[in-house]
């Protein structure tokens, strides 16, 4: 079967593109340089998968990048530094004096969002952006936590309660309504009431995700199946199916509390999660990503929870590019 651009790009493509990647903007112009990236890039549909990838990852950085020759030179050695080639502390800490204050800072702490999931937030009753979370008290009472790149609506009338999640993920506790109106969070996916209750939403582009902590809570997909969850218990749903009742993850109600909680997961689905929290890039070698974790890790600051991981795990932590970050054996 030949094998076509709609391959996925593995881990050892996107490592490579991400070596490529440093290696031109140290090189700048270099022809020869570039001749052999093109070498690459055209040998294989997982090396064009992976490079597209990672120009999409550097695009989200790309509005507060240095412009200035000083600016480029000084972010060409720090990638030669990053690529672990030579040089010397002076020409490092020169680098770092010449992207001082709004350069090199504002490029690491820019929250940088699509041009599409904005105009979501923009045109959403509340939003936050990559790493930041929100508690709102609406006017019954109703206290919501809103997770890291969320957008919701609110919508009360004489006759319902109504939240609309268009992205992410939040936390309800519902409150007592004295004109006992119904209350529904809507997802792309369905309608779900709650009855009384304390439950999480997250909502993904393929599916909607509840998990109950209090009450019970009725889920309608948008075909109209129904299924109640009660507490304790989380379902997944698309448009047409509901997933059996599982045991509810506690981890969809820590991060309410600023901690990603790994219960025995592995260092891959821990990675995942903490990928939700900052734009750039986190890669896991395939050599470590079954390695299981256990701990409470902070929501806020994945800088210090990766090296919490360095700490107690035989894995070492690799920056390539200031934005892209590998996680590999010892």
């Known amino acids: 079967m030949p094998v076509t651009d709609a391959v996925e790009a593995d881990f050892e493509s996107l490592e490579e593109a991400a070596n490529w990647y440093a290696a031109l903007q140290a090189a700048g112009e270099g022809g020869q340089q570039r001749r052999a990236w093109s070498e690459w890039l055209a040998a294989s549909p997982r090396h064009r998968r992976a490079w597209a990838h990672i120009e999409s990852v550097s695009r989200r950085f790309a509005p507060l990048r240095a412009q200035s020759e000083a600016e480029r030179e000084a972010a060409a050695v720090a990638v030669r530094v990053s690529a ?9 800490l020169a680098c770092l004096t010449a992207l001082s204050g709004a350069g090199l800072t504002a ?14 937030a923009w045109r959403s009753d509340y939003h936050t952006g990559v ?4 508690d709102v008290v609406l006017a019954d ?36 309504d004295p ?46 199946i129904t299924e109640r969850v009660g507490a304790g218990k989380q379902r997944s749903f698309t448009g047409d199916t509901i997933s059996s009742a599982v045991a509810a993850d ?18 891959a689905m821990l990675i995942d999660e903490l990928g939700r929290y900052q734009r750039g890039h986190i890669g896991v070698d395939p050599r470590v990503a079954d390695i299981r974790v256990v701990g409470r890790f902070p929501t806020g ?9 360095a700490r107690d795990l035989p894995i070492s932590i690799r920056r390539t590019l200031p934005w892209w970050t590998t996680i590999e054996p010892r």
Request: a positive charge.
């Open 84 to 92: 672990k080639q030579a040089a010397s502390r002076r020409r490092v």
């Open 250 to 267: 506690p981890a969809r109600e820590a991060w309410s509390h600023g901690v990603i909680l790994a219960d025995d997961i592995s260092l």
């Open 301 to 309: 600051n994945p800088d210090q929870t990766l090296a919490m991981l």
């Open 179 to 224: 004109r006992a109106r119904p209350f529904y969070v809507d997802t792309r996916h369905g309608r779900m009431q709650a009855l009384g209750t304390r439950f999480t939403v997250r909502q993904t582009s393929s599916f909607t995700e509840l998990s109950v902590f209090e009450g019970l809570v009725e889920i309608r997909t948008r075909s109209g």
């Open 131 to 134: 790493g930041e979370q929100r």
């Open 107 to 120: 490029w690491l702490t820019w929250r940088f969002t699509p041009v599409p999931a904005l105009v979501v």
């Open 141 to 176: 009472g109703t206290r919501v936590w809103i997770n890291t790149d969320s957008a919701l609506d609110v919508d009360y009338d004489d006759t319902r309660r109504l939240l609309t999640l268009k992205a992410g993920e939040i936390l309800v506790d519902t409150g007592t």
